[in-house]
Structures are given as structure tokens and as C-alpha cells.
């Protein structure tokens, strides 16, 4: 599969008047397609079971935020436009799903990542976002969302229902299946990643997100079975766990090291009536899929 190069890593881009779609992290606008809210919306974060958020923002944080927010505008950049610059690149790419190419044109990627970096958040880059971890590149997660889009459920439903994702990073590919799900679960082994993603969608509101700090290797057995499963980490094999939580007509996407220890390949699998049917493509180069928590 062309493209799916990278995972590690990526930016850029800047704000100089409200976008037009987004608000964030005041929350977002549904996208046509996608399924209805549930009755409390928002972000909700923890270990198990997640806790909900605390109502208000820290002084700190929200100082921080502002010196964010000027920091960009300073960039003298519409990131609206420059998202908008972003989807017309993907579409040449032959990225076709309308759904995930207006999410990634909605959420604003520079937010998730230090402000130093935030002038390459819309090139089709990978970038760290610290603690040795990175934010894969658009094209990346906008192939693997469009994998899950096409899969036998997401066709008769029109979007992703029930979504487990491992590896939450600082929370932008979160935020985007949000928008594309009627529930997420985003599973974070490094609690300074998983506080860093809390802090990032602080006050998103949209649809049913719900951040935990653990190790997704197990997946979270009590919330199965989910529609779709997606890693944003690599390891030997596909667990067990992941296979048992995947509902029948769902699909997962994940890195996995190539049997010939030849690096990583994407691995797609579906649950039909009839067991699991698996197909490789591309190589990748995601970030190890570890153990535990830290
Ligand atoms: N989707 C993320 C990408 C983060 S990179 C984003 O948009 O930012 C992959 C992440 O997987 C890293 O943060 C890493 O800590 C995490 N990870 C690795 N092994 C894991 C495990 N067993 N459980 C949960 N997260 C894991």
C-alpha cells in the first residue's frame, strides 16, 4: 500500500482567526454521517473504569493554553486554510473517504503538538510528542481510518459505532475517531501521554471519548465487543484479547512485525460469521508495541 511509510511523528500550522468548522477546545460540530450524540457528551479520562473529568481547567492549564493559543496566531496562519491545503493533498494522494478527509479537516492537529512544532502539524509529517513517542503522519492515520470505514459494519452503518483504539498518544487521532464513532476508548500505557491527552481535548465535546491510562495489550474486556479496533503500535503479533473484543462484521488495523522480521507491515482483519479473514499491506514503522504501564 503506497504511503504508509511512517507512524512515528509529525505538524505545523497556525491560527489568525477562528476556523471556520472547528472550535477547540470549545468542541466541534457533528460531521453529516455520523452517528448521534449520546446524552453527556465529551472527554472522559481514567484507568478502570475512566473517571470523569474535572468541570473546570486548572489556572495553569489554562494559562497554558492561552500562551498556546497566542503562540499560533502568531504563526500568521489560517490553520483552517491550511487543513483545508492538507485534505486537497490526501485527496491527490487517492485517500477517498469523505468522512475521515472532513475530519482531518476539522481538528485542529497543531494543538496536539509542542508549539515549537506547530508550524509543520499540516505537512505529512510524524512528530514527537515526547516521552519517546510520536504522532503518526496525516496520511497514515487517514489510510487506517479509511480502512476502518470500509469495513463491513462501517458500510451498513455509515460510521464506526463502538471503537477501541490502543496507543492514545496525545489524543489527535482520538479526537478524529470521535468524529467518526459513536464511542471511543483510547488506551494509553505512558500516564504522562495519557495526561497530555487529557489535557489536549479538555473540553472537546464531541460524542462519547473516554481516555484510559493501561495497557492496551489486554484491550478492556467489559466494554467489548467493540465495532473496530485500531493500534497506533506495533507488536510480534495481533493479541489475543484485541481478536476476542472485535465484534462480527467489525475490523482491526494494526502494525505488526513482519513474520520474516523484515520490519513492520499493516495488518487488516475482519471478524465474519465465519472467523477471521486477515489481509497484510504495506510496510510501516510504528513505535513498539510495549507491556504494562509506566
Ligand atoms: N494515536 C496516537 C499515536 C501515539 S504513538 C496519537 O494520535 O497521538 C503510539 C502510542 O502507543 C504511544 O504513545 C505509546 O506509548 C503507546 N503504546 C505502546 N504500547 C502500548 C500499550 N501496550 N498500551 C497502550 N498504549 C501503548
Not at 467489559?222 to 497506533?232: K, Q, R, S
Not at 510504528?286 to 504494562?292: D, M, R
Amino acid at each position: 500500500m503506497p504511503g504508509l511509510g511512517g507512524a512515528p511523528g509529525e505538524h505545523g500550522g497556525g491560527v489568525n482567526r477562528p476556523p471556520r468548522g472547528a472550535r477547540f477546545p470549545a468542541g466541534l460540530d457533528r460531521l453529516d454521517g455520523a452517528a448521534a450524540a449520546p446524552a453527556t457528551p465529551g472527554v472522559r479520562s481514567g484507568t478502570h473504569p475512566p473517571e470523569p473529568l474535572r468541570p473546570q481547567r486548572p489556572l495553569a492549564q489554562a494559562a497554558r493554553d492561552a500562551a498556546r493559543q497566542t503562540s499560533v496566531a502568531g504563526l500568521g496562519l489560517d490553520s483552517d486554510t491550511v487543513r483545508q491545503r492538507m485534505v486537497q493533498r490526501l485527496r491527490a494522494q487517492g485517500i477517498s473517504c469523505e468522512p475521515v478527509l472532513q475530519a482531518l479537516a476539522r481538528v485542529e492537529r497543531h494543538r496536539f503538538v509542542d508549539t515549537a512544532l506547530a508550524t509543520q502539524a499540516y505537512e505529512d509529517t510524524s512528530l514527537p510528542i515526547g516521552h519517546g513517542q510520536t504522532i503518526s503522519k496525516p496520511s497514515v492515520v487517514a489510510r487506517m481510518l479509511a480502512l476502518l470505514h470500509d469495513s463491513e459494519r462501517a458500510r451498513a452503518q455509515g460510521a464506526l459505532g463502538r471503537v477501541l483504539e490502543i496507543g492514545g498518544g496525545c489524543g489527535y487521532q482520538a479526537a478524529l475517531l470521535s468524529l467518526l464513532a459513536r464511542s471511543v476508548l483510547s488506551i494509553e500505557r505512558l500516564r504522562p501521554l495519557h495526561e497530555k491527552a487529557r489535557q489536549n481535548l479538555h473540553g472537546w465535546r464531541q460524542g462519547d471519548l473516554r481516555l484510559m491510562y493501561g495497557d492496551g495489550r489486554l484491550g478492556h474486556a467489559p466494554w467489548a465487543p467493540y465495532d473496530h479496533i485500531v493500534a497506533a503500535a506495533g507488536g510480534d503479533a495481533v493479541p489475543e484479547a484485541w481478536l476476542e473484543q472485535l465484534a462480527v462484521g467489525g475490523r482491526l488495523v494494526a502494525p505488526v512485525q513482519d513474520e520474516r522480521g523484515r520490519g513492520q507491515v499493516l495488518v487488516v482483519i475482519d471478524r465474519t460469521a465465519s472467523g477471521l479473514r486477515e489481509q497484510r499491506l504495506g510496510a510501516v514503522h510504528f513505535v513498539p508495541l510495549k507491556s504494562g504501564r509506566e
